[in-house]
């Protein structure tokens, strides 16, 4: 039988990980007080996380990225990741960086559905192109965005330009033989539902699925799920195995304006 609680343990692997939540959040402040753009906290509900943080580009904006943070659903908040807009915003984009309600306070189809909205939001305060990217969690949910229950209004879902899905999670269902589900509380209609990998596509907006060539493999199997099944529906999608980097380090390099991941996520790649 497989140990699926080990094949999501990304900690487990990664010497000193314990130590990164801190750094993270420590590196985020120290990026957003030499900002000069910076609105935080927009309402997109009611809630006490239903908030977005908007970093803006020195000039004139060119659209807007997107931004969901991971932590499987269960943890961590849009402070925790502002210094990763850098890249982007370098170039010229406005970025939106939202929080949303955690399990087990809100389940995984209502986050769903917080997220449509805070895009909603963020594509009334900033115009252009979107493009969306998440990591791990927030992989499965910008990827969700484009399924055929979208709930994005049309006028939203026709601006998104491109997705990138790094370390997303695609197929929800081997997470119900987790210990992780005591918290996630899915059922297997739940697991279905949420899962990209089972949706058909929307539309035929790009998807780039991109992962560390050192994570865990059943995240490398995920990501090379989503990039297949997808093509059978000719949506241009890309695997990228991103040699030498691990489920923490994959996304290092949007903070940086040279990086492929960066020129990926805005286009140029």
């Known amino acids: 039988m497989r140990d699926w609680d080990d094949a999501y343990a990304n900690s487990a692997h990664i010497p000193g990980s314990e130590k990164l939540p801190a750094l993270w959040a420590e590196r985020a402040a120290d990026y957003r007080a ?13 809630r006490e996380r239903q908030r977005l943080d908007l970093i803006l580009p020195d000039g004139d ?34 970025v939106a960086l939202p929080s949303y309600t955690l399990t087990p306070a809100a389940r995984i189809s209502e986050i769903t559905a917080e997220v449509t909205a805070a895009i909603a939001k963020a594509a009334s305060v900033a115009a252009g192109p979107i493009r969306l990217a998440g990591h791990s969690a927030g992989g499965h949910l910008v990827t969700r965005m484009l399924c055929d229950d979208s709930g994005l209004d049309p006028a939203v879902y026709n601006r998104i330009a491109g997705t990138l899905s790094i370390s997303g ?93 960066t020129a990926r996520l805005i286009g140029l790649d």
């Open 34 to 46: 030499g900002l000069k753009g910076f609105r935080p906290d927009i309402a997109y509900g009611s």
């Open 61 to 94: 904006s060119k659209g807007l990225i997107v931004f969901i943070h991971g932590g499987y659903w269960m943890r961590f908040d849009k402070s925790d990741w502002t210094d990763l807009a850098e890249g982007a915003r370098h170039h010229g984009w406005t």
């Open 169 to 261: 999670l695609h197929d929800l269902r081997p997470l119900l033989k987790t210990r992780m589900n005591e918290t996630l509380r899915m059922t297997v209609e739940e697991a279905t539902l949420e899962s990209a990998a089972l949706h058909q596509p929307r539309g035929h907006s790009p998807v780039t699925a991109w992962v560390g060539g050192c994570e865990r493999p059943e995240f490398i199997r995920q990501s090379d799920l989503m990039a297949n099944i997808w093509t059978g529906f000719d949506v241009p999608t890309r695997l990228v195995v991103d040699p030498g980097l691990n489920h923490f380090t994959v996304i290092d390099g949007l903070k940086d304006p040279s990086s492929s991941i």
